[in-house]
């Protein structure tokens, strides 16, 4: 018993660490350039001047009994370690476009937690529905970015830009009430 405790002890320490390292979605807490971290500046060769690594995860605690509730936490995070911009890069215009990835990482991850909501009530349904309404959302998520970076062309089309960030803060808006808790 006390190996389980001292392991299960560390697991949640590592998950800590590991959580730290990454930023939460949060309506308070905005992007600031100093986020990105990473000297990496990966896009400089082909015209980019930042991106902010975003995305969703999950966990889940399941049991071997089909009829027992399971518990599924989906997270938005953005991982300063992997998020990078062009030293010149100052203003916030660009800074706005990186934010939106964020929010829509959010939007995704807020959709997931209502399809959980309508489709996952015990440990049956998790088995044979979550991965392809995991996969399903992600692959919408997927699409949604890359159309919103071409058709902003990357923020620098500022009317696409606007119409974006008002369709962004109403999805953000519908989807209120599966926000993370």
């Known amino acids: 018993i006390m190996k389980y405790r001292i392991s299960v002890g560390f697991i949640f320490f590592v998950f800590i660490l590991i959580s730290a390292q990454k930023i939460g979605w949060s309506e308070n807490r905005k992007l600031i350039w100093s986020d990105f971290k990473t000297k ?9 001047v930042a991106f902010a690594n975003v995305g969703m995860g999950y966990s889940a605690e399941t049991t071997t009994n089909p009829k027992a509730p399971v518990s599924i ?3 938005v995070f953005f991982d300063p370690e992997k998020s990078w911009k062009v030293d010149y890069i100052k ?5 706005v476009h990186e934010q939106k990835h964020f929010d829509v990482a959010e939007i995704f991850g807020r959709k997931l937690r209502k399809l959980i909501i309508e489709n996952i009530k015990n440990s049956l349904d998790y088995q044979k529905k ?27 089309n ?5 119409e974006y960030n008002l369709v962004i803060a109403e999805e ?3 989807l209120n009430k599966y926000r993370e808790n």
């Open 40 to 48: 990496d500046n990966l896009g400089k060769d082909i015209g980019v």
């Open 91 to 95: 203003g916030d215009r660009v800074l």
């Open 130 to 156: 979550f991965i392809p309404i995991y996969k399903d959302n992600l692959a919408e998520y997927k699409s949604f970015q890359k159309k919103y970076d071409t058709e902003t062309n990357h923020g620098l």
């Open 172 to 174: 953000l808006r519908k």
């Open 73 to 75: 936490k989906v997270s």
């Open 158 to 162: 500022e009317e696409k830009q606007l």
